[in-house]
């Protein structure tokens, strides 16, 4: 099990080996991909992550989510993109709660491949821009 006390999380080990349940999600999937596509073992995510194994083990097996605090931390060993991991979490975790939040700020969270995206389009549009000024 984790509980939360101040955004930290807090590892209930025993709890977390009773339980039959597994938290098999896209969120998972995609660091589990990565972690292995980097070589990235166990060991090495709890030291830098500063987990013990045993609860990296209980998140990468998914017997317990990623707890949100970390999902960002897990990118980052991972070499994803921060913002693509977390739009995928909070999808997940809060359904909707990133539409309300985007809505209410007239923002959108950009993965670094969609900000290249703009920024691509905008680079091969630039001449078409002058052209039409005049």
Do not use: H, W
């Not at 995609?30 to 292995?36: D, P, Q």
């Not at 596509?37 to 017997?63: Q, W, Y």
Request: a negative charge; aromatic letters at 8%; glycine letters at 6%.
């Amino acid at each position: 099990m984790v509980y939360y006390t101040e955004d930290v999380a807090i590892f209930d080990e025993r709890a977390a080996m009773t339980s039959e349940k597994t938290c098999k999600s896209s969120l998972l999937e995609t660091l589990n991909r990565a972690f292995a596509d980097a070589g990235i073992f166990d060991d090495e995510i709890a030291r830098k992550a500063d987990l013990s194994s045993s609860a990296v083990r209980m998140i990468r097996d998914g017997r317990i989510k990623v707890p949100i605090n970390l999902v960002s931390t897990f990118a980052v060993i991972a070499g994803l993109d921060v913002a693509y991991v977390m739009q995928l979490a909070l999808e997940e975790y809060f359904p909707g709660l990133l539409a309300q939040i985007e809505g209410l700020s007239g923002c959108t969270l950009l993965s670094r491949a969609e900000k290249k995206l703009i920024e691509s389009f905008r680079f091969i549009s630039r001449d078409c821009e002058r052209l039409r000024r005049g």
